[in-house]
């Protein structure tokens, strides 16, 4: 089947050390969101994606899409403690299949 | 709004038990997720449900059944729970394609 593949599984920083995760598909996306679960929680939503080549910033976090819309990243600048959680990518390969996972990047930041 | 709310929060089942699990949504929604967690496996879709009286089959379908008889609420059973069952499973609903993802809190279950 089609997959969202996603690196690093896990990351460990220093507050204030930026941090990257990046998410890959073999083949093209209609659109890819990104969420974030807190530690105990539920993901959250937070932003999508849909053009090629697509930039969107929220504070420190900026998310990007490939030009060939089959990869994109989120990075986060002086990462805090605040942003602790597992980060997850999710693809929609056509318009009415379900979103697919990646399997999350979990950050860690030491304070 | 209560957005959705997902029954029970914890359960523990011995293997061969059957429960189900509840997802209500009151945002009327048409498409509605069961996802299971596992460390390191992310969310992988179990089923899903794009309008009232449909369903499908997800990623990792085997040992569950679902049905969607109203538009907010989406049921997940299990007939004879196994130990490789035991996760968290959250629920989830969106509007249209393209939407995001509302999740619910999540179920815990250990099957023994």
């Known amino acids: 089947g089609q997959q969202v593949m996603q690196i690093p599984q896990y990351q460990h920083v220093q507050e204030g050390e930026d941090f990257t995760t990046y998410c890959n598909s073999s083949?093209?996306?209609?659109?890819i969101q990104w969420y974030k679960q807190r530690p105990g929680g539920h993901p959250v939503f937070l932003i999508q994606?849909?053009?090629?080549?697509e930039v969107k910033k929220q504070k420190r976090l900026t998310f990007q899409f490939g030009e060939a819309k089959k990869n994109s990243s989120l990075h986060i600048t002086a990462t805090q403690t605040t942003d602790v959680g597992t980060y997850f990518c999710?693809?929609?390969?056509?318009?009415?299949?379900?979103?697919?996972f990646g399997k999350g990047t979990r950050l860690s930041v030491i304070a | 709004n209560a957005g959705v709310t997902q029954t029970p929060k914890f359960r523990v089942l011995k293997t061969g038990q059957s429960m189900t699990l509840l997802c209500a949504q009151d945002?009327?929604?048409?498409?509605m997720y069961w996802y299971r967690q596992d460390p390191g496996m992310g969310l992988r879709l179990i089923h899903y449900?794009?309008?009232?009286?449909?369903?499908a089959k997800g990623e990792v379908p085997d040992g569950y059944n679902v049905s969607r008889l109203k538009k907010q609420n989406f049921l997940l059973g299990l007939e004879s729970a196994a130990p490789s069952q035991t996760s968290v499973y959250f629920c989830?609903?969106?509007?249209?394609?393209?939407?995001?993802?509302?999740f619910g809190n999540g179920t815990r279950l250990t099957v023994t």
């Open positions: 999710a693809g929609q390969f056509s318009g009415n299949t379900p979103l697919v």
């Open positions: 989830a609903s969106y509007s249209q394609i393209g939407s995001p993802l509302h």
């Open positions: 994606l849909v053009k090629s080549g």
């Open positions: 083949t093209t996306l209609s659109n």
């Open positions: 449900s794009v309008g009232e009286g449909t369903t």
């Open positions: 945002m009327n929604h048409e498409y």
